[in-house]
């Protein structure tokens, strides 16, 4: 579970996002979208406690980030648009790594899991300098999953991906929300939210434009078409700003 009440974050006397509210259950994906510059990354860095907010309150998985950091925390996986890996360290060794500061006991099952999913088994005991930006992308999402997170934050996550990965990974988020995994997952590629979300949160400039069930939200937008593609959804509720 995700709960925000009234996040605030201000860099000086620029407001990246105001008063900002909105919650995501258990089993739920939330499509976090907005033109360039509408605050999308600023929040995603503030829920999972990369930057600190200017004000408001937020609970990730009944714990609150502000007094308990480390529950909330060991909560979450956050996976940002650019992968961060280790040049010195081979995919295995990543894994090893994450296990050890998460506290994963016995996770070498876990992991032969992850890179097989994740098709990186072959790619095991390479550096991450002999990976493409695609396999560095699943190796970065890999040790995110490895401690099991049941509340995970998306960035771009298709960056670098070949089609087919991007199905496997389509397929990979939609299984973890059916297994009870609270998930936000901000992307321009609009047509990818609409096959993955369940939920759509709207921002511009900072604030919430709208937030809901997808199609109540095509709803408020469709002017009467039912038919409506989230694409013309976002045009609409932002005034024709680019995404």
């Known amino acids: 579970m995700i709960e925000v009440s009234g996040l605030t974050k201000r860099y000086g006397r620029f407001t990246a996002v105001h008063d900002l509210s909105f919650a995501v259950r258990p089993g739920e994906v939330l499509g976090l979208v907005g033109p360039n510059g509408a605050g999308k990354t600023t929040t995603l860095r503030c829920l999972a406690g990369i930057i600190p907010a200017t004000t408001g309150q937020i609970h990730i998985a009944g714990h609150d980030l502000a007094t308990a950091p480390l529950a909330a925390k060991h909560a979450l996986a956050f996976f940002p648009d650019e992968p961060r890996l280790f040049d010195y360290l081979t995919v295995r060794q990543h894994l090893a790594f994450v296990a050890r500061i998460y506290g994963v006991a016995d996770h070498a099952p876990r992991a032969d899991a992850l890179l097989a999913e994740l098709e990186l088994t072959d790619k095991a005991d390479q550096l991450p300098g002999a990976l493409s930006r695609g396999m560095k992308q699943k190796l970065a999402i890999a040790c995110g999953l490895l401690h099991a997170p049941s509340v995970m934050f998306f960035d771009e996550p298709l960056t670098g991906l070949d089609p087919l990965g991007i199905r496997r990974m389509k397929d990979s988020i939609i299984q973890r929300a ?66």
């Open 178 to 243: 059916r297994a009870g995994a609270t998930i936000i997952l901000s992307s321009h590629l609009l047509h990818l939210l609409e096959e993955v979300c369940s939920h759509v949160l709207i921002l511009k400039r900072g604030e919430k434009i709208a937030d809901g069930p997808l199609a109540d939200v095509a709803a408020r937008f469709s002017q009467g078409d039912p038919s409506v593609s989230l694409e013309e959804v976002f045009i609409r509720a932002t005034g024709g700003t680019e995404a």
